[in-house]
């Protein structure tokens, strides 16, 4: 009677018929006349292709002969139970359920939909391919494997690196050093063995490596909810540490705990340096043979400057910023930055940027060394 | 036409579309073989003006005949065979596949003739980031779209600078001596390069790249950025000037001279008020007093993304502006200046932009609406991308007659 294909758009033809008169009988002006028109004309589109497909019996099977019908890949059964619309369903509720929750919901549900519906499509594709179940499943296999492998794997790695790093940041720095080696040569001892030992059974190795993977990931869900070490910030330099006006505690603080930044050397504007007899001078990148006591800074350049105290004392490099009038018209106080106190032979980094002409600054930019008197390295900002 | 023939006298030939094809590459060919011969060409890379040019030439020149040679030697083989060999319908010959010796042969030959090209290639390399006989640093920053000189103090060449000087778009420097730029960038990665006085280096923000130049004789050298850095890359270009010991110290001199604000009640005078109050929060143009005798300073970051607009103390001594696209200088002029014999080309640079010589148009075009003559990202309804900052000069909708003011002032920026 019916064929398969007729069915499916007799269906869709019914549902667009119901669909145009809810949508006309609901909906005015020429929006509602316009979608009516068109929902009717789909409608009279899938009725003549019920009707072709009635009429070419789908189009793959002689109507005389009655038992092709039962014989041809389009007949057959699906082989297997399908995972596929149970999956369909949760991305779907998901769906649902994410467009009112949370958007992460939302998009994982559109996922598993999308994916869901790639993999029962070539399901229902490959079950009918021919009368041979083996060979459909091999075409299944070979449509999708491609896909799943590397998705997978993907989705696994991904895993067992968040896993990983929720551990990490639930233990403390020194543990984690011995929690790194100790998994690093499990996996490495676990790799020896597998290679070593040929006679070993499938289900085996796929055992190990389950309890091993369901141990990472438990642990690393527990770390997760327990949450993160503390994590120390790196104190602000000050100006008022850089000028000398703060207190001995402070700068204390600022010198053992500030963070360090070194570069490459030969991205600095100048090496300032130092001298074991407490003299200061900078040697201009690209000059190396003129001691500088003042160089140009072009205006709103991010640059670096290398310093290298040789004295017997540790020594902090200091950048006097200027002052400037605060927006309301007060004057302001001197801006500054600088390195952390280095050991002699010491070096550090400092990064800087001036975007003000020096005649906006009632005082001048200028490397300091706080502690060492009437030394000094001018910066022109022209 | 008379079709038929041509349909005729093409079936004994080749069909018409592959001719088509063998006519087009032809022409392309021959196009760009002549395309080598301009003589106009002031970019080319074969004609080296300075030092370090000339070391990159030595090393190209061989190499270039080498590879040269090897190229018509495989294409002659392989055209010999694709003609020799071609399908008559005879039989298909039989099928071998390798030949151990000639290929052993054939990899041991370019492995020397490479090895060989290193030697010279690593010496020139060496040479080439040479710091220890530099006579002068030039500060070069990059920024969309167009170049900055810092001039720092201090000894260049035989030259000394004073107070440092910040120009734009035209570097320069003292012929026969070895200055190093220090190049950097304010915003994105951009590269600087003179083919006629060395290769290229790119600016990158962050980082400082030096690059030795050097000039054997007073003259104009043109280049251009030679890393896409957005909008109007293609629009920024930039020259280098040589001039001898003594032009550069009268340059140097002309850039550190004192201001000389416009005479009283003239239209330069007005133009000064109107830059005052329309251009100077971006530009600097150095000593330019308020009426109260404050200084104006610029707050170029406030307004740009690079945090820097041109200075423009002493435009009308630069012959092209607006990342060196537009000329400054009439068409006349400029082909003067560009053709000067070297002995009399420095006295003719530094005339600057005389009245008579002043290619209007550009300027005046330029202050009229800026984003038309050069894309830039100056949109004022949509800068949230940047915090409200440009990139460029914005449009400033200015009257006709405060750009008449305008160029009286800027035409005294000498
Ligand atoms: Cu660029």
Same mark, same amino acid.
């Given at each position: 009677?019916?064929?398969?294909?007729?069915?499916?758009?007799?269906?869709?033809?019914?549902?667009?018929?119901?669909?145009?008169?809810?949508?006309?009988?609901?909906?005015?002006?020429?929006?509602?006349?316009?979608?009516?028109?068109?929902?009717?004309?789909?409608?009279?589109?899938?009725? +003549?292709?019920?009707?072709?497909?009635?009429?070419?019996?789908?189009?793959?099977?002689?109507?005389?002969?009655?038992?092709?019908?039962?014989?041809?890949?389009?007949?057959?059964?699906?082989?297997?139970?399908?995972?596929?619309?149970?999956?369909?369903?949760?991305?779907?509720?998901?769906?649902?359920?994410?467009?009112?929750?949370?958007?992460?919901? +939302?998009?994982?549900?559109?996922?598993?939909?999308?994916?869901?519906?790639?993999?029962?499509?070539?399901?229902?594709?490959?079950?009918?391919?021919?009368?041979?179940?083996?060979?459909?499943?091999?075409?299944?296999?070979?449509?999708?494997?491609?896909?799943?492998?590397?998705?997978?794997?993907?989705?696994?790695?991904?895993?067992?690196?968040?896993?990983? !790093?929720?551990?990490?940041?639930?233990?403390?720095?020194?543990?984690?050093?011995?929690?790194?080696?100790?998994?690093?040569?499990?996996?490495?001892?676990?790799?020896?063995?597998?290679?070593?030992?040929?006679?070993?059974?499938?289900?085996?190795?796929?055992?190990?490596?389950?309890?091993?993977?369901?141990?990472?990931?438990?642990?690393?869900?527990?770390?997760?909810?327990?949450?993160?070490?503390?994590?120390?910030?790196?104190?602000?330099?000050?100006?008022?540490?850089?000028?000398?006006?703060?207190?001995?505690?402070?700068?204390?603080?600022?010198?053992?705990?500030?963070?360090?930044?070194?570069?490459?050397?030969?991205?600095?504007?100048?090496?300032?340096?130092?001298?074991?007899?407490?003299?200061?001078?900078?040697?201009?990148?690209?000059?190396?043979?003129?001691?500088?006591?003042?160089?140009?800074?072009?205006?709103?350049?991010?640059?670096?400057?290398?310093?290298?105290?040789? !004295?017997?004392?540790?020594?902090?490099?200091?950048?006097?910023?200027?002052? +400037?009038?605060?927006?309301?018209?007060?004057?302001?106080?001197?801006?500054?930055?600088?390195?952390?106190?280095?050991?002699?032979?010491?070096?550090?980094?400092?990064?800087?940027?001036?975007?003000?002409?020096?005649?906006?600054?009632?005082?001048?930019?200028?490397?300091?060394?706080?502690?060492?008197?009437?030394?000094?390295?001018?910066?022109?900002?022209? | 036409?008379?079709?038929?023939?041509?349909?005729?006298?093409?079936?004994?030939?080749?069909?018409?579309?592959?001719? #088509?094809?063998?006519?087009?590459?032809?022409? =392309?060919?021959?196009?760009?073989?002549?395309?080598?011969?301009?003589?106009?060409?002031?970019?080319?890379?074969?004609?080296?003006?300075?030092?370090?040019?000339?070391?990159?030439? =030595?090393?190209? %020149?061989?190499?270039?005949?080498? &590879?040269?040679?090897?190229?018509?030697?495989?294409?002659?083989? *392989?055209?010999?065979?694709?003609?020799?060999? %071609?399908?008559?319908?005879?039989?298909?010959?039989?099928?071998?596949?390798?030949?151990?010796?000639?290929?052993?042969?054939?990899?041991?030959?370019?492995?020397?003739?490479?090895?060989?090209?290193?030697?010279?290639?690593?010496?020139?390399?060496?040479?080439?980031?040479?710091?220890?006989?530099?006579?002068?640093?030039?500060?070069?920053?990059?920024?969309?779209?167009?170049?900055?000189?810092?001039?720092?103090?201090?000894?260049?060449?035989?030259?000394?600078?004073?107070?440092?000087?910040?120009?734009?778009?035209?570097?320069?420097?003292?012929? $026969?001596?070895?200055?190093?730029?220090?190049?950097?960038?304010?915003?994105?990665? #951009?590269?600087?390069?003179?083919?006629?006085?060395?290769?290229?280096?790119? &600016? *990158?923000?962050?980082?400082?790249?030096?690059?030795? /130049?050097?000039?054997?004789?007073?003259?104009?050298?043109?280049?251009?950025?030679?890393?896409?850095?957005?909008?109007?890359?293609?629009?920024?270009?930039?020259?280098?000037?040589?001039?001898?010991?003594?032009?550069?110290?009268?340059?140097?001199?002309?850039?550190?001279?004192?201001?000389?604000?416009?005479?009283?009640?003239?239209?330069?005078?007005?133009?000064?008020?109107?830059?005052?109050?329309?251009?100077?929060?971006?530009?600097?143009?150095?000593?330019?007093?308020?009426?109260?005798?404050?200084?104006?300073?610029?707050?170029?970051?406030?307004?740009? *993304?690079?945090? *820097?607009?041109?200075?423009?103390?002493?435009?009308?001594?630069?012959?092209?502006?607006?990342?060196?696209?537009?000329?400054?200088?009439?068409?006349?002029? %400029? =082909?003067?200046?560009?053709?000067?014999?070297?002995?009399?080309?420095?006295? /003719?640079?530094? $005339?600057?932009?005389?009245?008579?010589?002043?290619?209007?148009?550009?300027?005046?075009?330029?202050?009229?609406?800026?984003?038309?003559?050069?894309?830039?990202?100056?949109?004022?309804?949509?800068?949230?991308?940047?915090?409200?900052?440009?990139?460029?000069?914005?449009?400033?909708?200015?009257?006709?007659?405060?750009?008449?003011?305008?160029?009286?002032?800027?035409?005294?920026?000498?």
């Amino acid at each position: 009677m019916f064929t398969t294909g007729s069915k499916l758009f007799l269906g869709a033809t019914a549902l667009s018929t119901v669909s145009a008169i809810v949508f006309g009988a609901s909906v005015g002006g020429s929006a509602g006349m316009l979608g009516t028109i068109g929902l009717i004309s789909v409608a009279v589109v899938f009725a +003549f292709i019920a009707g072709i497909n009635l009429f070419t019996r789908d189009g793959n099977v002689s109507a005389t002969e009655a038992d092709v019908e039962r014989n041809t890949a389009a007949a057959q059964a699906g082989v297997g139970r399908s995972m596929w619309p149970l999956a369909a369903a949760l991305g779907s509720a998901g769906l649902v359920v994410g467009a009112v929750s949370k958007p992460v919901v +939302f998009k994982v549900s559109f996922v598993i939909l999308l994916a869901a519906a790639a993999e029962w499509m070539v399901q229902g594709f490959s079950e009918r391919v021919s009368a041979d179940p083996k060979y459909n499943e091999g075409i299944r296999k070979r449509l999708l494997h491609p896909l799943e492998f590397p998705l997978l794997a993907a989705v696994g790695a991904i895993v067992f690196i968040y896993s990983f !790093s929720r551990i990490m940041l639930n233990i403390d720095k020194d543990a984690g050093r011995w929690v790194f080696m100790v998994i690093g040569a499990i996996i490495t001892a676990a790799g020896f063995i597998f290679a070593a030992k040929r006679g070993m059974g499938k289900s085996t190795a796929a055992g190990i490596i389950t309890v091993g993977a369901l141990a990472l990931v438990g642990v690393g869900i527990a770390s997760a909810v327990s949450g993160q070490h503390p994590i120390e910030e790196h104190p602000e330099i000050t100006s008022a540490v850089c000028l000398g006006t703060a207190s001995e505690a402070q700068i204390e603080e600022i010198d053992t705990k500030a963070s360090q930044s070194v570069a490459a050397k030969s991205n600095v504007l100048a090496n300032v340096h130092l001298t074991s007899d407490e003299q200061l001078y900078a040697l201009n990148t690209g000059i190396g043979y003129v001691q500088y006591h003042e160089i140009m800074v072009p205006q709103s350049n991010t640059v670096h400057v290398m310093f290298h105290n040789d !004295s017997a004392e540790p020594r902090r490099l200091t950048i006097h910023l200027g002052t +400037f009038k605060a927006a309301d018209g007060t004057e302001g106080s001197e801006e500054a930055d600088c390195t952390t106190a280095v050991e002699k032979g010491g070096t550090a980094f400092l990064t800087f940027k001036i975007t003000k002409s020096q005649l906006a600054s009632t005082t001048p930019y200028r490397l300091t060394v706080p502690g060492v008197e009437d030394q000094e390295i001018k910066l022109l900002v022209p | 036409m008379d079709r038929s023939k041509e349909t005729v006298s093409t079936l004994g030939r080749m069909p018409s579309t592959r001719r #088509h094809w063998s006519r087009a590459a032809l022409f =392309t060919g021959v196009g760009l073989l002549l395309a080598g011969c301009a003589n106009n060409a002031p970019q080319d890379i074969f004609e080296p003006k300075g030092e370090n040019a000339k070391k990159i030439d =030595t090393l190209q %020149r061989p190499v270039f005949y080498i &590879a040269g040679i090897v190229a018509l030697i495989v294409i002659g083989i *392989v055209g010999y065979a694709m003609w020799k060999f %071609r399908d008559r319908g005879q039989d298909i010959p039989e099928q071998s596949h390798g030949n151990p010796k000639l290929e052993i042969a054939l990899t041991i030959l370019p492995a020397i003739i490479l090895a060989a090209i290193s030697v010279p290639t690593v010496i020139s390399v060496f040479e080439l980031d040479k710091k220890t006989d530099t006579e002068c640093i030039i500060n070069v920053t990059g920024q969309q779209w167009w170049w900055e000189y810092d001039y720092a103090t201090g000894q260049c060449g035989d030259v000394k600078i004073d107070k440092p000087i910040v120009t734009a778009g035209e570097l320069v420097i003292p012929e $026969k001596t070895n200055v190093l730029l220090r190049i950097t960038s304010r915003d994105v990665i #951009h590269s600087y390069w003179i083919p006629a006085l060395n290769g290229k280096r790119d &600016a *990158v923000p962050g980082r400082l790249h030096t690059l030795r /130049m050097q000039a054997d004789q007073p003259g104009i050298y043109t280049g251009q950025c030679t890393e896409f850095c957005g909008l109007s890359h293609a629009r920024m270009r930039q020259a280098a000037v040589a001039l001898t010991t003594s032009d550069f110290q009268q340059w140097v001199d002309n850039q550190l001279k004192e201001y000389v604000a416009p005479e009283a009640g003239s239209l330069a005078a007005e133009g000064e008020a109107v830059f005052t109050a329309n251009c100077s929060k971006c530009h600097q143009v150095n000593d330019l007093k308020n009426a109260d005798g404050s200084p104006v300073l610029s707050d170029p970051d406030l307004y740009v *993304v690079s945090g *820097v607009a041109p200075n423009l103390s002493h435009l009308m001594n630069r012959t092209a502006f607006a990342g060196w696209t537009f000329d400054l200088l009439t068409e006349e002029c %400029r =082909t003067a200046l560009w053709t000067a014999k070297p002995a009399d080309f420095g006295a /003719m640079y530094l $005339k600057g932009v005389t009245p008579e010589c002043f290619n209007e148009v550009a300027l005046r075009d330029w202050l009229r609406n800026p984003p038309a003559m050069k894309p830039m990202f100056v949109d004022p309804n949509n800068l949230s991308s940047t915090g409200g900052k440009y990139r460029g000069m914005p449009n400033l909708n200015l009257k006709p007659d405060q750009i008449d003011q305008l160029i009286a002032y800027l035409l005294g920026r000498n």
